[in-house]
C-alpha cells in the first residue's frame, strides 16, 4: 500500500507487529505503550484507532462459524453438492 494512503486514512487498524516493523513510521500513530501492546496481541486482535476516541481500542475478531474453505467442510453428501454448487 502506498504510503499516502495510510497516511490520510481516519480510522487505522494494526494487528500483531514485530519489534522490528513497531518502530517504522508508518506505526508512528502508536504511543509506545501501544506499540509494545501491539507485540503481544493474540492471533485475533487488532489495535484500532479513530480521530473521536483519544487511544487506540483492542478488539477481538471473532473467528467465523461457517467453514472458510473446502476443506474445512465435513465430508457428507450434502456438503459436496454446496461445494459443487458455489465453485
Given at each position: ?41 493474540m ?6 484507532s ?29 456438503a ?8
Amino acid at each position: 500500500v502506498a504510503p499516502e494512503v495510510t497516511q490520510n486514512a481516519a480510522i487505522r487498524i494494526t494487528g500483531r507487529l514485530d519489534p522490528a516493523e513497531a518502530e517504522r513510521s508508518e506505526y508512528g500513530w502508536l504511543s509506545p505503550a501501544a506499540r509494545a501492546r501491539a507485540r503481544l496481541l493474540m492471533q485475533g486482535r487488532v489495535l484500532i484507532s479513530q480521530p473521536s476516541v483519544p487511544a487506540p481500542l483492542a478488539v477481538e475478531v471473532p473467528f467465523p462459524p461457517w467453514a472458510t474453505a473446502s476443506s474445512e467442510v465435513a465430508s457428507t453428501e450434502r456438503a459436496q453438492d454446496a461445494i459443487s454448487r458455489f465453485g
